[in-house]
């Protein structure tokens, strides 16, 4: 465990979105930086589908973060003006209570009986851990990918939480593409032998199918264009052949390889299951009868939408979308919509830090 | 097995591109439409990956073809005007030789001692089979998909066997991206404990790997566009529920298993390794030293290349340069690039025939 982690416990019974309840539920997070005396320069960032806390580094942890070029002193989100707060979702497994945590009624990890997990229920526990932190008003929530749904969930629910919102690869519902995808991900966790119907031993578990699940997740993380300026048809050197002909000889095939192996046992199965399906379920729809009425639902006065034009996962359009969608529900507010021409798809506010540094710096600068 | 399939047997060894034998495989076939006294009106089809030789319907076998609507009388490839030729590949399962079939040397089925399958087998196959018909020049060579490549592979290796080439959704290689979804679905069918390492009992096998493999292709044939318009986030009614959290509810969930289910049993898994494998292998540049010099080797005076604007397998800017790289090496040749705007991505030679139609119709009303 990372010495900069922290943990908040929820007192009493949550009560998850679609029903059930977790009792006392933890939350894993970290901070940045210094609540000022105000407490209006508080920041929240709602994390992708696999990040834990650590987004950045710190002197108590100085492993780099999953967001280490983005977050931090003199950084696009600079942490010497801003206490940044960043959690780890519920249902997830870095520190915060999840299908792999002890049910503390049965002394046994909750697995399958941990209830259905939505956005929304990872959005109601990061307003308790603000609330907790003794921030009133964030001055703004930041959310990549699934945390862009979260983010829009969160500042729905509780439109007076946050003054500001920046959404990145995201949107305001999963499109059928997105879902096929993720369903496959899933049904190759399932369908491995060893994940025993959820039943695999914590720690060990259904390796292939998360393998291959992680292959499936790069596929729709990056983009094909990537892919051919990067590995176009190289093979792997000679001495790393098999001589199998169904061998993993293209380096795109290695890469995907490698990536896979680095992920698994990383990462609960349950966990995955439980979050994956929770971004299928999101649809801000919910927040107000329809997408529009939703959108006129949203709190925050200046909001930001980022869309990469290779986004297999949350399309371009959809963001455009949503954009235009929040601008005409709500005409006194700020909206912006930012379109990266990155070849590096969804993950490119991962990878592709020269274009992702500068919009993030932009939309601190103008607050 | 359907009334309309022949059945040519290749006399002595066959030799295949990539090194080994097969002793006389046999090529199932069929042919529509009447060769005429020049000999100069046959139209070969080289099928995608897992068609059958059964391109269209006839009088010996009334069941509809994989390309039904393009090909027959009075429809855009008019078998009262050509003697069209289909068959199967070669490492296939409909009647062709391939790891499924007996080993005469052994008795028992080839399986994994196939010798290494390529579309220039296939391409090899064809021409013998056409030699077999009596056809010394044919009027067309016609290639969807991996089809179009194998088209590729049979105009280089063989220039004065046809006056004419059309390329459809096909490219001179294949990309990483297409490598890798392929990779993915060798890998599910691979990793399936029923697979056996290849010597389950044939008809049996790796149900769900091939399933999964089936719903990766689904992704790689169609668009999320399409998706998008056709299901939504639409929900299966609540009588097919199961109230299990992970179950199949959207509808996108429920249509990409329909479809893999109905593609189970059809098809051999280790024949879908080959040929699969086969299409990662391939690569024009072979015919010539780079791709250049192998566009300069391509014999037939008049080309189209057709490419379909959301095809995620082929994309569009692949198919653009085959055309104008075959135009820039033959400044003679007659050679033109089609794009067609639909939205049903790779498949779309197969589902979107109000577009198709006028395409081949066009092709051939220019010969």
Redesign the interface.
Known sequence: MSGARKTFRIDGDFEMYRGGIIRSPEIAYETWGTLNERGDNAVMIFTGLSPSAHATSSEKDAAPGWWEDIVGPSRPLDTRRYFVICANSIGSCFGSTGPASINPETGDPYRLHFP?LSLEDIALAGKQLIDHLGVDQLAAVVGPSMGGMTSLAFTTMFPEASRSLLVISSGP?????S???R??Q???I??D?DYEKGNYELGAGPI?GMR?AR??G??SYR??EE??Q????EKVPEERKTGD??A?D????SY?EAHAQKFTGQFDPNCY?YLS?AS?LF?LAEHGGSLEAAYGNIGPQKITVVGVSSD?LF?VHQQQQLAEGIAAASPGKDVNYVEMPSIHGHDSFLVDMDRMRPIVQEFFAGL
Not at 230 to 233: E, S, V, Y
Not at 250 to 253: K, N, Q, R, S
């Open positions: 259905m519902r999963s499109l059928p593409f879902i096929a995808l369903s496959m899933r049904e190759m399932r369908r032998p292939t291959l292959k499936i790069m596929v983009s094909a892919w051919e990067r590995f176009g048809r002909g169904f993993l293209f380096e795109i095939e995907l299951l399906r299928d649809d297999l399309p």
